[in-house]
C-alpha cells in the first residue's frame, strides 16, 4: 500500500492539467478567468505559469499564437463554455492557417446536464463539431482516467507533421473530479521531441546540386519563424553565398540589412527567382502570395530544379513539384544540408546576387523618394521615420490592409522577429500578437506593432491588458480614418470619399485612450515629429500608442505604388473584379 501512494498523487483534474501543461514547458495560459477553472488558475500561478487574462476570447488565442511563435513550443488559449468557446473561432481559424502549434483548452457542461433532452439548454452548443473543422485534434475527455492520454495526444498531434492548433473540452464533472494519477510522463516517452533529419542519401543529392549549379537560391517562408531555424538558415545561407529571397511573411528570417537577403516581388529578387538553376525552398507550402512557383514569375520547369524541404510529406509536388523532396524537421534538414556541402565547398558567391540587391535597395529609394514629409503625413514616409527611431533588435509586428504594404516595402527589418498573418490576413491580430511576443521577448526586449487604425479598433481593449500585465508594447498607428484598402475601388478623388459607404470612420483619439488606461500618448501630424515621439514611446517603459495622422488620399492610392500591383497579383486569381484603377501618387 506505501508503494502505491508513492506512485500516484490523488488530485482534480483541473490541478492534473496543470501537471501535464508543466511537462511541456508550457510558460503562458492566455484567457478570461472561468469559475470552472479555479483551481487550474491556482496550481499554475503557483508553478510559475503566467496566466494573462485578455478582453477577448479571439485576443486569448492570438495571444498565444504569437508566444507559441516566439518561443517555439505550443503555449495553451483558454475560455468558458458556451459564448467564451464561440469567440474563439476566429483567433483559431488564424492559427491553423499560419501552421502554429497551440492548445486550445475549454471548459464543457457537465456530462449529466448536456445528455439529457431537453430544449434551452443555457450556455450551450456542440463546441466540439466546430473545433473539428478548424483544428488539427479535438477530442472532449469522457472519463477522468483519459485526461492524460488526450493530453497528450493534443501535444503529438499540434508538434508533428504539419503543426497547429488542438482541442481539449474538460466537462465540468472532470474539471471538478478527483483520481490518483499515476507520475506525469516526460514528453519524450510519448512523442517524438527530436528534430527528424531527411533521408541521408537525398541529402547529399540535394548538396551536390546546389554545389553543382551556377546560381542557386533559397525561398525561405514564414515556417522559419515558427521553428525557430533562424540560426540554422544563417549558417546554410552564409555557406552557400547565395540569394535568400523571403516570403511575405518570413519578413526577418535573415534580416532586410543583411548582404544576401532579397524581399519576393520586388525588383532584384524578380530577377533572382527566374535565373536561378536551383531553389531551395525552406519554411513555406510556396502557396499563392509565391505565385505557386509557376512560371514566369519562377523559372520553366526542366530548367530551374526545386529542392523542399517539408515535415509534411502530404505537402509535397502539391504547387510546384519538387525535383528533391526532403521530409523532415528544417532543424535538421538545414544543419544535414551544411555539413554536406561543407564537404563540396567552398564557395563563391553569384556574380549576379551584389546586382540583385543593389536593384532591390535602388527600388527602395525610388519608392522613399516618391514619398514627402509635409502634412498631411504620407504613410510611406510614416515607415522611414519609424525606422530612424526603432532599436534593430525590436520584435517587428505587422497589421492593417495598406499599413502592410507600406510596411513592406520601406521598413527595413533588421532583427529576426517579425510576426503577422500571411496566410489568413486577419486584421486585429497585431496587438494581442504584441503581447505574446512581449511576454516571450520579456520587457527589456522593445516590441514595435505598426497597425493601420481599422486593425487596431478590432481588439483595442486589450492594450488595457497590456497595461496590467506591464507589457510595455509600442504600437504606431497609420491613421486616415478610413477603411483605406477598401476604399480603394470606390475612390475617384478627395471629394468621392464621403460617396463611398461605410469606409469612414471617425475621427478618434487612439494616444488619449492609451492615455485614459493607464499607458503612454503621442499625437503626431508632422513628420518630423515622428521619431521623437517613438522614441518617448519606447523610453517611458508603458504600453505606448504613436498616432500619426496621415494622408487618406495616398493611402487610397497604395496599389500605384511601382510594382505593387504585380506582386499582389495573386489576389486576382479569382478574377480583377472589385480593383480599380489607382492614380500615380
Known amino acids: 500500500m506505501q508503494g502505491k501512494e508513492s506512485l500516484t498523487h490523488r488530485k482534480k483534474g483541473q490541478q492534473r492539467l496543470v501537471d501535464l501543461f508543466r511537462a511541456e514547458q508550457v510558460s503562458l495560459i492566455s484567457g478570461i478567468v472561468d469559475v470552472h477553472f479555479m483551481e487550474f488558475h491556482r496550481a499554475a500561478v503557483e508553478y510559475g505559469i503566467r496566466m494573462l487574462g485578455t478582453r477577448h476570447e479571439v485576443s486569448s488565442v492570438m495571444v498565444a499564437e504569437a508566444a507559441s511563435r516566439m518561443l517555439g513550443r505550443p503555449q495553451v488559449a483558454m475560455a468558458a463554455y458556451g459564448p467564451g468557446v464561440a469567440n474563439m473561432v476566429g483567433g483559431v481559424v488564424t492559427a491553423m492557417e499560419e501552421r502554429v502549434p497551440l492548445i486550445v483548452l475549454v471548459s464543457g457542461r457537465g456530462f449529466h446536464t448536456r445528455s439529457v433532452v431537453r430544449q434551452g439548454k443555457y450556455q450551450y452548443w456542440s463546441q466540439i463539431d466546430v473545433f473539428r473543422e478548424i483544428t488539427k485534434y479535438a477530442a472532449v475527455v469522457q472519463d477522468i482516467r483519459q485526461l492524460d492520454e488526450v493530453v497528450r495526444e493534443a501535444f503529438r498531434q499540434a508538434t508533428s507533421g504539419t503543426p497547429g492548433p488542438v482541442y481539449i473540452e474538460v466537462p465540468v464533472d472532470i474539471m471538478w473530479g478527483e483520481y490518483d494519477f ?8 510519448y512523442r517524438s521531441t527530436v528534430p527528424q533529419p531527411a533521408q541521408e542519401q537525398l541529402v547529399d543529392e540535394a ?3 546546389l554545389a553543382r549549379t551556377r546560381m542557386p537560391l533559397i525561398l525561405a517562408g514564414q515556417g522559419i519563424h515558427t521553428a525557430r531555424g533562424h540560426a540554422e538558415l544563417q549558417q546554410l545561407a552564409q555557406l552557400l553565398k547565395c540569394p535568400v529571397v523571403t516570403s511575405f511573411g518570413a519578413k526577418g528570417a535573415l534580416p532586410d540589412n543583411h548582404p544576401q537577403a532579397l524581399s519576393f516581388g520586388f525588383a532584384g529578387a524578380n530577377e533572382a527567382c527566374r535565373e536561378a538553376d536551383v531553389v531551395l525552398a525552406v519554411g513555406t507550402s510556396i502557396g499563392e502570395p509565391l505565385l505557386c512557383g509557376e512560371p514566369p514569375r519562377w523559372g520553366e520547369y526542366g530548367e530551374q530544379q526545386w529542392i523542399h524541404v517539408e515535415r509534411n510529406p ?10 528533391i523532396p ?9 544543419p544535414q544540408l551544411t555539413e554536406s556541402l561543407e564537404a563540396l565547398g567552398p564557395f563563391d558567391p553569384p556574380p549576379t546576387l551584389a ?3 543593389q536593384q532591390q535597395a535602388n527600388w527602395r529609394q525610388q519608392v522613399a523618394e516618391s514619398t514627402h514629409d509635409h502634412s498631411p503625413i504620407h504613410p510611406g514616409h510614416l515607415m522611414l521615420e519609424v525606422r530612424k527611431a526603432v532599436p534593430d533588435e525590436a520584435v517587428m509586428v505587422r497589421d492593417g490592409g ?9 521598413y527595413e527589418q533588421r532583427s529576426n522577429d517579425f510576426l503577422w498573418t500571411s496566410h489568413c490576413g486577419h486584421l486585429g491580430s497585431g496587438l494581442p500578437y504584441a503581447i505574446g511576443a512581449q511576454f516571450a521577448a520579456g520587457r527589456d526586449r522593445p516590441v514595435v506593432l505598426i497597425s493601420g487604425d481599422g486593425a487596431l479598433g478590432f481588439q483595442i481593449m486589450d492594450f488595457e491588458t497590456a497595461v496590467r500585465e506591464q507589457l510595455p508594447v509600442c504600437i504606431v498607428v497609420n491613421c486616415d480614418n478610413t477603411w483605406g484598402m477598401e476604399l480603394m475601388d470606390f475612390y475617384k478623388g478627395p471629394e468621392s470619399i464621403v460617396e463611398c459607404p461605410g469606409v469612414t470612420m471617425a475621427p ?20 518630423t515629429d515622428i521619431a521623437p515621439a517613438v522614441t518617448r514611446a519606447l523610453a517611458s517603459g508603458k504600453p505606448s500608442i504613436v498616432q500619426v495622422m496621415t494622408d487618406v488620399n495616398i493611402n487610397a492610392n497604395t496599389l500605384a505604388l511601382p510594382a505593387v500591383d504585380e506582386l499582389l497579383s495573386f489576389y486576382y486569381l479569382d478574377g480583377n473584379q472589385g480593383y480599380g484603377h489607382f492614380e500615380d501618387i
Request: net charge negative; glycine share 6%; charged share 25%.
Open 355 to 357: 546586382d540583385y540587391k
Open 207 to 209: 548538396a551536390t546540386l
Open 314 to 323: 502530404a505537402r509535397l509536388h502539391t504547387n510546384r513539384l519538387a525535383d
Open 326 to 334: 526532403l521530409v523532415g524537421d528544417l532543424k535538421a534538414v538545414l
Open 182 to 189: 499515476p507520475p506525469v510522463l516526460a514528453p519524450e516517452q
Open 508 to 527: 478618434t483619439r487612439y494616444d488619449q485612450m492609451a492615455i485614459a488606461m493607464g499607458g503612454h500618448g503621442e499625437y503626431v501630424k508632422e513628420a
Open 402 to 410: 495598406c499599413t502592410a504594404l507600406w510596411e513592406l516595402c520601406l
